[in-house]
């Protein structure tokens, strides 16, 4: 089981710089960083290239949209690591309204390789998020149904090869905050949980911790950490700031023109489920 587990968020996005962009893998919903966020993560690769030897990720997984693995590129450049895609900590879409089609779902590692060489596409993804979106109870569940699939596959020495100790998940907003509640569990109770552009949280994983568990296992060593970051902290996100109705019922989200009448059937857990060393 991995000891050091790292979570960071993408890079500043070009959509919040410019109002018309193009989605340069043609997934609608996908901006590309903007200079500005390229840079932040060059200073992301720098951070853990600083950190001792011993320290440092040795497998990385990033979610599939763009911006993400924009991000997590210039880390595997500096760590020599090759990039694994995981559409399990992808982006967070609320339930669809109902008429409307699906939401995007970006690529597989195959066809993400032509854009992002370091891709290791031997790799597959655990998990597959419903297109139909999810509440914010839903992601949550989904983020500890990920991991749960996810960690075994270190332990019974499946991909990627070699025995990994230290990880990094590089995600969204709010994947990175369901992934610090999955595996800090109560002790991320009470906390503020807003994560800001290419911050890193570092969770070690707690001695007394039961083998094979995952779910609740860590201690949150630093919360969404920037000072490596010209300037810190910067469009940090949390739940709170989701939008509601009267009844605090989270707003549905319309789906992508030209997916009304497509029927989503292919989600959820996408490997056989292999057994943790007990």
Not at 137 to 142: H, I, L, M, N, Y
Request: proline share 8%.
């Amino acid at each position: 089981m991995f000891e050091t587990v790292y979570v960071a968020r993408h890079g500043f996005r070009l959509n919040w710089v410019m109002s018309h962009w193009d989605p340069i893998t043609g997934t609608p919903r996908d901006p590309p960083l903007a200079a500005y966020g390229i840079a932040q993560a060059e200073q992301l690769a720098s951070y853990f290239s600083s950190l001792p030897e011993d320290q440092r990720p040795t497998a990385i997984f990033s979610s599939p949209f763009y911006r993400c693995l924009q991000t997590s590129t210039p880390v595997a450049k500096a760590l020599g690591l090759p990039l694994h895609v995981e559409h399990g900590i992808m982006e967070w879409y609320s339930p669809v309204k109902e008429g409307t089609g699906l939401h995007p779902r970006p690529g597989t590692a195959t066809s993400l390789k032509a854009y992002f060489p370091d891709i290791d596409d031997s790799y597959s993804s655990t998990w597959l998020p419903s297109r139909l979106g999810e509440t914010p109870d839903q992601v949550q569940k989904r983020t500890d149904d990920f991991l749960e699939a996810f960690a075994p596959r270190f332990e019974s020495g499946g991909h990627p090869p070699g025995q990994h100790t230290r990880i990094l998940f590089v995600g969204h907003a709010a994947s990175c905050i369901t992934l610090i509640k999955s595996l800090a569990g109560s002790k991320a109770e009470g906390k503020k949980l807003r994560i800001g552009c290419c911050s890193v949280t570092t969770l070690r994983r707690d001695a007394g911790a039961e083998k094979g568990v995952i779910l609740g296992a860590y201690d949150i060593a630093g919360l969404a950490e920037a000072h490596f970051l010209t300037n810190g902290v910067e469009r940090d996100w949390g739940f709170e700031d989701i939008s509601v109705d009267e009844t605090g019922r989270v707003v549905d989200d319309p789906g992508d023109p030209g997916t009304e009448g497509q029927v989503e059937e292919n989600f959820g857990l996408q490997i056989s489920r292999p057994s943790a060393h007990m």
